[in-house]
């Protein structure tokens, strides 16, 4: 039986300020091990290891994180809580975290609304337009 995937995610010495962190945004989430090197924790069911690895690695927009949301309270939600305190605001429904880390906070029917190859060309019109995504804006594309 093949073992769920645990992604790692590799931080300066921040692991389990970063894991305490994500705790608090993601209500379904705890922390399961702590030591000096890694922690260990879990985000609405994924899994997750923080790694205390030093200064060599960086994270950049070539892995995200992608929250889907049922209303635009959820969307709002995430983007100002990921952007508060230090985080970064991008384009298109993408952030970077206070961590450095990114994400895409996206409707749960983004793949409906760009099944279609005329709406979804409409769609994609507004949504290079946006920081944070709108999804009355898109639903109505």
């Known amino acids: 039986m093949a073992k769920p995937l645990v992604t790692c995610l590799w931080f300066d010495g921040q692991a389990e300020a970063a894991a305490k962190y994500y ?8 922390i399961t091990q702590v030591t000096p090197m890694v922690v260990t924790f879990e985000l609405n069911g994924s899994k997750f290891m923080g790694l205390n690895g030093g200064p060599q690695f960086k994270f950049d927009e070539a892995v995200s ?3 889907n949301c049922d209303s635009q309270e959820e969307i ?5 809580t990921l952007t508060k305190d ?9 952030l970077k975290d206070k961590f450095g880390l990114s994400w895409q906070i996206v409707p749960s029917n983004i793949g409906a609304l760009m099944a279609e190859p005329e709406r979804a060309k409409r769609v994609m019109d507004v949504v290079m337009k946006m920081k944070k995504l709108d999804m009355k804006t898109m639903e109505n594309a």
């Open 86 to 94: 230090g985080g970064q605001e991008s384009m298109c429904g993408w």
């Open 76 to 80: 709002d939600y995430y983007w100002d």
């Open 23 to 30: 705790c608090t945004v993601f209500k379904d989430s705890k």
């Open 65 to 67: 994180l992608m929250v």
